[in-house]
């Protein structure tokens, strides 16, 4: 299984993203069952959980970014996605998809934000 994400880039601070992570070579059924999550990391600081959500559909955020991100899944296409709004500088990361707790898929390359006038 490969994680490949994708949609990031250069925005300005009040803009929007939405990042895509799909989960190539998985089988749908089993995906259907994951329980997965975004992450981030910061140059200089350690990766984090933003946003899970469960195969039942259940989400759960970070605080630093309740209210603005948003995660879902398109079980069809093996996809999970993470609308950002309100984006601010200190969103500006590297982002990554996964399982929400070990043990992990091998990690992807991620995508980069900036957030940045």
């Known amino acids: 299984v490969q994680l490949v994400e994708s949609g990031g880039g250069l925005v300005q601070p009040g803009g929007s993203l939405r990042l895509s992570c799909k989960l190539s070579?998985?089988?749908?059924?089993?995906?259907?069952?994951?329980?997965l999550a975004w992450y981030r990391q910061a140059p200089g600081r350690e990766r984090e959980m933003v946003a899970e959500i469960t195969s039942a559909g259940s989400s759960n955020y970070a605080d630093t970014v309740k209210g603005r991100f948003t995660i879902s899944k398109d079980n069809s296409r093996k996809t999970v996605f993470l609308q950002m709004n309100s984006l601010k500088p200190e969103d500006t990361a590297a982002y990554y998809c996964?399982?929400?707790?070990?043990?992990?898929?091998?990690w992807g390359r991620g995508t980069q934000v900036t957030v940045s006038a």
């Open positions: 070579g998985m089988i749908t059924s089993v995906f259907w069952g994951e329980d």
């Open positions: 996964n399982r929400n707790r070990e043990p992990f898929i091998s």
